[in-house]
């Protein structure tokens, strides 16, 4: 199970700092707010909800494909095929899904960038979910009855990390994708909901295909 926005692509590609800047932008014409003041109602909304998107439309009533639309009719140039990426999701035992609190358009989007399309088997997305984002209990219920997920037989691979905290309750191993990880200093110190960390979602699958084999 793999999350998007930061994980199947390293964050340093800096597709979604130009989210967050579209973002702005959206909240402060639909608002009316300066960019400043649409800054901190984004951020305070994602900190409560998981998706500033899920607050726009509980307090403000945005539009939410009008929305996703929006934020992600950005450039991906940056993003590009990679045959290693491919290989190591092709290598895997089991189906392959995508689990994202961004919408299956962005989704396709992303993962036909990578040359990976045709790698993953099932999208679940925002709207799958009802517009109830990551990391609500809800969120999880939904995605594990849309496609019949056994939680206990699932690896679960996110970059942010109150996502992974209900997954690991309810049985998943859970694997923190963070770019700033580095190896060589002690890990000992992992939150006890996070089984594993890597500094790319490439090291981990090397890492997972080497012992699965």
Known sequence: IFDLYNTLYPSSSGIFDEIDKKMKVYISKKLNLSLADSFKLQKTL??????????????????????????????????KKSNELRFSIDSLPGEKYIYTNGDEKWAEKILNALGIEQSINKIFDIIKSGYIPKPQKENYSKF?????????????????????????????????IDEKFDFKNDDSNLESFIDFKFKCIKSALKVINHHVK
């Open 46 to 79: 994602y900190k409560k909800y998981g998706t500033t998107l899920f607050g726009l439309m509980k307090f403000h009533g945005v539009e939410p494909v009008d929305f996703l639309d929006f934020v992600h009719d950005i450039n991906l140039d940056g993003l």
């Open 144 to 176: 594990v009855k849309e496609f019949n997920v056994d939680p206990k037989k699932s690896v679960f691979f996110e970059d942010t990390k109150k996502n992974l905290e209900y997954a690991h309750t309810i049985g998943m191993i859970t694997i923190h």
